[in-house]
Structures are given as C-alpha cells and as structure tokens.
C-alpha cells in the first residue's frame, strides 16, 4: 500500500535525527562515540535510586502506579521550582509544568505558540530535536549566527526590525548544543531588551546550565526578564539521569495553562515512579553535591580532550572555543567546505563525531563543522578516540 | 503582558479535559467519584514491581538510567509484540513502537497524518483524551453514532461516500469510552471493509480489550485487516498501570517510521525504568493470571453497579447498555435535554459523574447523558455513590 498520500505535510519530508541514525549503525563495540549527548553513566546514582524505588513501591503502590495529574506530582514541581530558584527563574506570575524531559516542553510550547508559516529565530547551528520540533509545526526557522560569546545581537536586531511577524525566539544561552559556547551578559541584557523591543517571546532552554567547570556563573534570560515573556525550560537529564525522561517548564501562567491541556492529550502526566524516585533523591540527598561530581568529571574529560586536540590535531587546520561548562565542543576546518568525507573517513577509523550540518537551519547547505562530546567516553576512550580523529584529519585536510 | 496574541490558534480557543478539571474540585475526600477513568488499584502488583524496580537499578543503573532508543527498549518492544500477538494484530509489514501511553500513540499518529482542515470520522461520543488531540491539529471531527453494538455503519458509509477527503477513522470497538458498548463481528468486518472500499485508514484504539468478564471475545479491526490500514494503538495502563505510561503502536512501516521521527522531537524516549520493569514483570509471572484477576473484579464492580442502578435509580426514567467488559457504563435521561444541573447537585451530594457533552463532537450541545465509572471505587462506594445519585435523579428527573 502506498502511505504517502495519507501523510500530513509536516511529516512528508522529515527525516529523522542523523545522530541518532548513527546510533544504530554503532553497534559496533570498537567504535569510540564521540557523537552523542549522553552525560556519564559512571557516576549515576543506581544504588540510591534502587533503595529509593523499591521503598516507594512498598510503602505508596498506588500512589506510584496509578494515574497522576498532568501538571506534574506536586512534590515534584515543588523540586522543579527549586531548581529554577537557584537561578532566580521563577516568579509569581508562573506557573511550573513537570515535562517527559525537557525537549516535551520544547515541543508542546512551540506547538501552543506557532501556526503553520509562523517564524521563530534559532541560534544557527543549534539542537537539532528543537529544530525538528519546530519543523513539525511547519514554523520557518531563522537562522542567527552563534559567536564565541552566544548568538549574534546585531544579527539578532536586524531580523526582529525587519519581520514583525516574529513572535518568539529559542536559546540555549549557556553551553549551548552544539557549539558549547555561553552567551556573554552583555548579550543576557541585550536579548531580554530586544525581545521587550520587539515584543516577542523567548524560550531558553538550559539543560545544561548546571554543568559549569571553569569561568563565572551567568543570570539566565528568565532572571532577567521583569515582563514576563521568557518561558524557561530546565532538565534533571544533565543532573540526574537522562533515561528518567524528568524536565519541566517554567512559563507564564496564562501560556503554561495552554501548554497543560497539549501535555494532557500527549502523554496525560509524566510517569508518577520516576517523579516520585526525584523527589526522594532531592529529599534524601544533596543534588548539588551530585552535580558538583559531574562538573569535576566533566573539566578533567574536557581537559583531556582539549590537551588531545593540541597534541593530534594537525596544526593550524582546525579552530575551536574551550567551552566552560557543559557537554560538548565545536570545531571548524576553516580550509574545507564539507566535513563529510572526513565524517565518513572516521567511522572506517572507528570514531564517531557529528557533522555541523544536523545542527544547521539549512540542513542540506554543507559544513565544515563538527561536534564533539566529551561527557560520555571515558578519558582514555576521549585521547584515543581524538587521535584517531586527528589522523584522519592530518590525512584529509 | 498579554499572551493571546502569542498562542496558535489550535490552542486559543481549547480548553482541558473538564474530567481532569474536575478532579481538581474533588480533593474532597467525602466526595464518591464515579467520574474518572483509574482502573482498580487494589491489584496493582506493589510489591513484586519494588523488588523489580529495586534489581534493575541495582545491577542494570546504566541501562535504567541512560538514554534509550526512541522507538523503544527492545525487549520492552517484544512485550509489546506478544499482546499484539495474542489478538492477532501484528504482521511482518508493522513496526512497534513503544509509546508513553497509548495516548501519546494517538496524539503523534494523528499529528502523522492530519493537517489542518483535514476530516477524521469518530464515534459520537467518543475518548475526550483523543478527541481534543485531533483538534489540536485542527482537524475536523467527523461524528458517527455508537449505536449498543458499535459505531453505526450505514453513518460510517454515509459520510464516507459523501466526502471522499476523509483520511482515517478512528475507532475504540471494545468496550467503548465512554460507552461501554462493542462492536460486533458483522461492524467489524463491514469497517474493514468500508475503509478498504473508500481508501482510508483506520486507528484502532484498544486500552480495554484484555478487560472482558462476560460474552464471547471477538477479532480486533486489525487482525481482520488484510491491506494494512488499520494502526493499532495497545495499552499497559489497565492491566499493568496507568501511573507508568506505557503504550504502544503496531503501525505500517512507513508510517511508524514518520510517527517514530514525531516522537523523537517529543520526549526523545520513553523513560527506560518503566520499560525495563514491565519487560521484567512480564519475565517473572503471567500477565494474563493478574488480568484474569482484574476482569473477575471488574465483573463484580459492574454488576454491583447495575444492581444498585436497578435498586436505586426512578424507574423508567434511565436507560443504559450492560457493558461485557471494560469500566465505563453509559446512562441516558430520555425525558431531559440537559444534565448539567443533575451532574452540579450530584457534587452537592458528594457524588462525581461526567456529563455526556465531554464525550460529544460538539461539546456545546447539551446531553442528556453521563458516564459512569466502576472499576475505581470499591464495592461500598459504588453502591453508595449509585444510591446517592439515584436519589438526585429521583428529585430531578
């Protein structure tokens, strides 16, 4: 039977994620990935969590396993509002909805705020599940070049006066995915300053904000905004576990009640065990600390893949920013103009890495980009995997 | 600020389940609630998920806690695979897809396939969950009658030959939400048939199948289906627990594989503890031994119900079908246009029901309808919430 005539368009030419297409072709044991997005594992707490689960599913069966309400368990709204308190991202006039991971925040916010054709400026490179996200509500994407120190306000500017038709614009100021660079404070101001200018919308996505290892901690956009018009998305995928699928959104409370009712006819609530598993966790132990682990982890891993670029990368030929924080690092090869062979080439050597042209607006233009991760790999997988990186670069640049 | 300006036009005018709502207003712990949907939590299997839960992050953490696939656990999807085995409802040309609910299952298969303006024909009345997720996508809902033995057919055909921009049907044959009714083998097979003859696709919604304590169990849309038409959305909330979101779709290939992309940009994956316990539940006992325990519960709440309905109810003045299984029962005033003011004096009396408009394609009509739950409340409650209600109906209608 043919199904493409029963197809919406917003699904006719999708396709989906390069990355996670290349999971599948991963199988393979000896491939080094330095392509993902996956925080350590070796720090997860599995033992904590087993004594937390199996206590909430002894002493509160029902409460675990029976329906919940959609905006989230209210314990763990109360977590999630703490979170977003930390970093002054919460006020009276919101309200805290618990997401199946964040990117369901990404998605269900632009599906309450974009019609078809609607525009909403992205950072250019930027992650591509938001992208997609956006794509399928047949929204235009305009592009805004990111900068060393976050998206260009110039370039910024120029699309806000010139297209009034905008109504919101998406960051991740802060290591952002992919180009792990941090938008500077200037900018913070800045964009908060034009969005009110202009009278748009801002939807800052911060999973990765509590990653910091080096350098001075930032006010987020939300924190900033005295009008109410950035909707904060925050994740524990970053600073729990990812599989736990626990996010949330912080909006104005005239938006996140229309956000509640696509979360109720999308998932109906979040899993109750995993909300009440980080409601102990936060309970029971100080997150903080645990996160503190991670950024540890993190400086020593980007340390080391830092130190293995200068030591195997063919000099001159390849350019990037150390990132502060974060999960990942972003390289150009100023030299060339499409990093795909070279992509390709690494897979034969057994090293995985992305090319910039997922995370671009114009997905078919060709890159000379790539991203790389350091959280996952452990440190020598990060050396010998950027040494066999660097001999495929030394042969093809 | 004002928001409205911002919001896409699906969500300015929409407004939540009014059920859900209504738990809201029922933390009042005097108030019987024959409203919601719950399934039974006196048999929800507690202990042996803790001890379950407990292993599993205690020797498998990383797997529990990392990120997975999008289209689901694979051993999880092989559960999936054998219910949909057992009712003959998977061929070699369909995918699963594990989902977060069955719900989400709909939510994304319609987002595959409706753009806006596009026609979906449903049962009149029908799931409000699924109902407001296809006007999300500004779809027009297409009302055919549920008649005691199933969606009518000669509406069905009716609207089919007179619009031939019709896309799919979507369908729930057995016990009915809100209904309680089934379709019989003849509807059955002539739906098939229908779709074939007017070239649309059907998505079959099967929460209650496995929920049957009396008459004879009868082939789903999908085992009858020989052209691939029929998407075939399963469920764990009623036999396992709604509280751990877990659903799944026995689709086409290539529509599951555009769904798949959907549910990539939605919650990436569907959390992996939930997966790997129900995986490991199922590994450990019979889950049709606990579903048979549920069905023989279930047999005893409805006829409980129908009993006191008989004992309590004015004579004459309420009609309604004897469900075979599932856990709704569906209630008709006959000498009224409008139940609203006996649903309002019911919360008077402490006793929650849900109007008939909720279900409705137009939700403005009035109804003379209401639809009653028995599988929440216990034997007791049941008796004494029908009393109460029948007391409200005896002074009002």
Chains 1, 2 share one sequence.
Not at 79 to 93: F, G, I, L, M, P
Not at 137 to 157: K, R
Not at 230 to 252: E, T
Not at 293 to 316: A, D, I, Q, T
Request: proline letters at 5%.
């Amino acid at each position: 039977m043919e199904y493409t005539k029963f197809m919406s368009d917003r699904v006719k030419t999708m396709k989906g994620s390069a990355i996670r297409e290349m999971f599948k072709r991963m199988a393979d044991p000896e491939i080094i990935s330095l392509a993902g997005g996956n925080p350590a594992a070796e720090l997860f707490p599995g033992e904590e969590l087993s004594k937390i689960a199996g206590k909430i599913l002894m002493t509160s069966p029902t409460l675990a396993l029976q329906y919940g309400t959609t905006d989230g368990y209210p314990a763990m709204r109360e977590c999630a509002k703490k979170r977003a308190e930390k970093v002054n991202s919460v006020t009276d006039d919101d309200a805290i909805l618990i997401m199946t991971g964040a990117n369901q925040g990404i998605d269900l916010t632009a599906k309450a705020i974009l019609n078809k054709g609607d525009k909403i400026v992205v950072e250019s490179p930027s992650f591509i599940g938001s992208l997609n996200a956006f794509r399928t509500y047949e929204a235009q994407l305009v592009g805004v070049t990111v900068e060393d120190d976050g998206m260009s306000m110039e370039g910024l500017e120029e699309v806000l006066k010139n297209d009034s038709s905008i109504k919101i614009i998406y960051t991740i100021p802060t290591f952002q995915n992919p180009t792990g660079t941090t938008m500077s404070l200037t900018k913070r101001e800045r964009m908060v300053e034009l969005a009110s200018k202009y009278d748009v919308l801002i939807l800052e996505d911060n999973p990765y904000g509590d990653l910091r290892f080096s350098g001075e901690e930032l006010p987020t956009l939300k924190s900033l905004d005295k009008e109410g018009r950035v909707i904060y998305a925050g994740s524990f995928s970053k600073i729990l576990s990812p599989g736990m699928r626990l996010g949330y959104l912080v909006a104005p409370k005239a938006l996140a009640e229309k956000i509640e009712v696509l979360k109720q006819v999308n998932d109906v609530h979040t899993p109750m065990l995993t909300q009440l598993m980080c409601v102990e966790f936060m309970k029971k132990y100080n997150i903080d600390d645990y996160i503190a682990k991670n950024c540890e982890l993190y400086g020593r891993k980007c340390e080391c893949m830092v130190e293995s670029m200068k030591k195997y990368f063919p000099e001159g030929k390849v350019k990037w920013v150390v990132p502060e924080g974060g999960i990942f690092l972003w390289c150009e090869c100023p030299t060339i103009t499409d990093i795909t062979p070279i992509v390709d080439r690494c897979l034969e050597k057994k090293v995985a890495i992305v090319p910039g042209s997922n995370f671009a607006v114009d997905m078919n233009a060709p890159s000379n980009m790539f991203r790389l991760n350091y959280s996952s790999a452990t440190l020598e997988k990060i050396e010998e995997g950027v040494k066999r990186l660097g001999e495929v670069l030394s042969e093809m640049l």
